[in-house]
């Protein structure tokens, strides 16, 4: 199927960056859609920004100037890199990659195990 392994969460102050990456690999034939996704505790899962295989992108309204999402279609890797952070930007960030395999029937979507970001304020 798909892996995808997420690094570059942390922990940063209020109006510090951080760059998240996540690689994709496995029986991949195309990528169409990858993004990223959070989840602060307590709230429901929230796409935050995807970019599709025409250069398409779409932010979360809180986000927009802030965040920036891009993609090596080469090495399969959707990068987020993330600028003056907020505490209200803490949650646990998970990469999405909605993609046709050699292996199963169709367009999936597939999960990264997430990564931590805290922003302390």
């Known amino acids: 199927q798909v892996q995808l392994v997420e690094s570059g969460g942390g922990l940063v102050q209020a109006g510090g960056s951080l760059r998240l990456s996540c690689a994709a690999s496995?029986?991949?034939?195309?990528?169409?859609?990858m993004g990223w996704y959070r989840q602060a505790p307590g709230k429901q899962r929230e796409l935050v920004a995807t970019l599709n295989s025409g250069g398409d992108t779409n932010y979360l309204d809180s986000v927009k100037g802030r965040f920036t999402i891009s993609r090596d279609n080469v090495e399969n890797t959707v990068y987020l890199q993330m600028n003056t952070l907020k505490p209200e930007d803490t949650a646990v960030y998970y990469c999405?990659?909605?993609?046709?395999?050699?292996?199963?029937?169709?367009?999936?979507?597939?999960w990264g195990q997430g990564t931590q970001v805290t922003v302390s304020s």
């Open positions: 496995g029986s991949i034939f195309v990528i169409n859609v």
């Open positions: 999405n990659v909605r993609a046709i395999t050699y292996t199963r029937v169709g367009l999936n979507d597939y």
